[in-house]
C-alpha cells in the first residue's frame, strides 16, 4: 500500500485574530510570524501545490501529523480545510493535532481543532477520545495519539498519555491488525539543547516500549520540520520511525517536503521504501528526491 506523510503547514491566515489574543500566548507567534517568518505567508500556495502533487500520486492514505496552524485560530483551521479540500475523505485522509493547533488555552477548552477535524481522526464513529483508531486498509490499523497539550509561553512538549495507550491496546486486542501504525506529532528523537529544554517529547524511553509492546510496526511523526527516518528496537522487536519534515517551511536550512512510504501489509518484516519528495524554489515545484541524482 502506498501512504503519503506530511506535516507541519502552519498555515497563515489572521482574519479571525482579535485585539484580545494579544494579551495571551497570541503575541508570541504574531511576533515571530512579523518579524521572523516574513515569508510564512507562501506557505499556502506550497501546501496547494503538495496536495496536487500528492493526489496525483494515487496513495491509498494520507496522513497529516500535526501544525496546520500557527495560534490555533479559527480562519487559519478554515484556510486548512481548504486546502484540504481535493483530498478531503476521512476513509482515506486522517490527521492528529500539533502543538500549534493547541496553541491557545481558549481553542483548547473550545476543542476547535477537533471541531474542524473531528472526520478525520475518529471517521464516521463519532468518537472523541484519542486515540483515534482506522482501519485503513485490509488488516492496517492507523492509531491516531494526541501528544500535544497547551502550555504557557514558549514550551511545547508532548507526551502520550497511558489512557490513550490503554485505549490502543483494547482496541489492537479486538481488531487483530497485521500491520499497526503509530501516528503523533512530536518527534521521538532528540534534537538540539533549545528544543530539548522547551519541546522534547517527554518520556520518549517509556513511549517507544509501549509502542513495541502494542505491536506497533511503523511511527510517524512531525514537530522536527526535518525529516529524519530510523529503527527502534528492543529485545528482539523493531519498528521504523519516520519523522515527516514541515511540508511549507523554506530557510537556508530547509526546503518543503513530504513523504511517500510504501510497505507490504501482508509481509510485515519486508523493509518499507521511502521516497522524499522535496520543493525546489528554482522550478517552482517538489521533485522526487531520490530520482534527482
Ligand atoms: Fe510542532
Known amino acids: 500500500m502506498k501512504l ?20 495571551t500566548k497570541r503575541s508570541l507567534a504574531w ?11 507562501k506557505g ?31 480562519s487559519e483551521f478554515e484556510l486548512a480545510r481548504d486546502v484540504l479540500a481535493p483530498i478531503w475523505d ?24 477537533e471541531h474542524y ?17 482506522k482501519t485503513i486498509a485490509p488488516n492496517v490499523a492507523l492509531l491516531l495519539f494526541r501528544s500535544t497539550h497547551y502550555l504557557p ?21 479486538a481488531l487483530k491488525p497485521a500491520f499497526t501504525i503509530a501516528a503523533f506529532h512530536h518527534n521521538l528523537h532528540r534534537r538540539g539543547l533549545m528544543s530539548e529544554l522547551t519541546g522534547r517529547m517527554l518520556k520518549r524511553k517509556q513511549l517507544k516500549a509501549n509502542l513495541l509492546n502494542l505491536g506497533v510496526k511503523l511511527v510517524l511523526t512531525g514537530h522536527d520540520h526535518h525529516h529524519l527516518e530510523y529503527p527502534v528496537q528492543k529485545k528482539g522487536q523493531s519498528m521504523d520511525v519516520i519523522c515527516s519534515g514541515s511540508t511549507t517551511l523554506t530557510t537556508s536550512k530547509h526546503l518543503p517536503g513530504f513523504t511517500l512510504i510504501e510497505l507490504d501489509p501482508k509481509q510485515p518484516e519486508k523493509p518499507i521504501k521511502i521516497k522524499v519528495f522535496s520543493y525546489r524554489p528554482e522550478i517552482g515545484d517538489f521533485i522526487d528526491e531520490t530520482n534527482a541524482g
Open 31 to 41: 511576533m515571530n510570524l512579523r518579524f521572523n517568518r516574513k515569508d510564512a505567508v
Open 153 to 173: 509561553g514558549i514550551l511545547s512538549f508532548g507526551w502520550v498519555s497511558n489512557t490513550q495507550i490503554k485505549r490502543a491496546k483494547s482496541a489492537l486486542q
Open 44 to 74: 499556502g500556495s506550497i501546501a496547494r501545490l503538495a496536495i496536487q502533487r500528492v493526489k496525483a500520486l494515487q496513495p491509498d492514505h494520507i496522513l497529516f501529523t500535526g501544525d496546520f496552524s500557527n495560534m490555533a485560530l479559527p
Open 90 to 113: 476521512p476513509a482515506r485522509l486522517s490527521v492528529v493535532p500539533g502543538n500549534h493547533d493547541y496553541y491557545a488555552l481558549d481553542s483548547v477548552k473550545a476543542h476547535t481543532f
Open 4 to 23: 503519503v506523510l506530511l506535516s507541519d503547514l502552519h498555515l497563515v491566515s489572521f482574519e479571525s485574530l482579535r485585539t484580545r489574543d494579544f494579551f
Open 117 to 133: 477535524f473531528r472526520e478525520l481522526i475518529w471517521g464516521a464513529s463519532g468518537g472523541t477520545a484519542y486515540p483515534g483508531i
